[in-house]
């Protein structure tokens, strides 16, 4: 079996799993070694991973070299916003995980936002509610209670 042949809602459902243990983790690590040195050793481990696994398997695309150039910016782009992972370790680290990591993975309903206004992609009713549940339970958590 290859990553080509598994379906998509099990890699995300994976993904989820990961993203748990990463997030768990660095806050353990943050209260330790503080956030600095957490993202110092997290973003080696990243690249050390993405070397093995991803070098072997890259090619360059036979495209048009103006959409390649392109494409390696919005990857460029795309690593330096990854960086927002050091907000969230220093955030895990005044706070609980249960206001820091919600707040902070609110992202994907941002991303989905933005796929609809700028990529043109279909949201459909399911997902718009599903970002109305994102907001709602953020309003939630950002308000101070008495």
Do not use: Q
């Not at 600095?36 to 070098?55: G, K």
């Amino acid at each position: 079996m290859t990553l080509a042949t598994v379906p998509p809602m099990w890699l995300a459902i994976g993904a989820a799993g990961l993203w748990t243990i990463w997030t768990v983790c660095l806050k353990l690590a943050v209260d330790r070694i503080g956030a600095p040195l957490t993202t110092v050793i997290s973003v080696a481990v990243e690249m050390f991973v993405a070397v093995v696994i991803f070098v072997p398997m890259a090619t360059v695309p036979a495209v048009d070299p103006g959409r390649f150039k392109v494409g390696v910016v919005l990857a460029c782009v795309g690593g330096l916003a990854g960086l927002g992972g050091l907000w969230l370790y220093n955030e895990a680290s005044k706070t609980s995980l249960a206001v820091a990591s919600p707040v902070a993975h609110s992202y994907i309903a941002l991303a989905v936002l933005v796929g609809f206004v700028v990529l043109r992609e279909h949201v459909g009713a399911r997902e718009l509610i599903g970002i109305g549940f994102v907001l709602g339970g953020l309003s939630i958590l950002v308000t101070k209670g008495s």
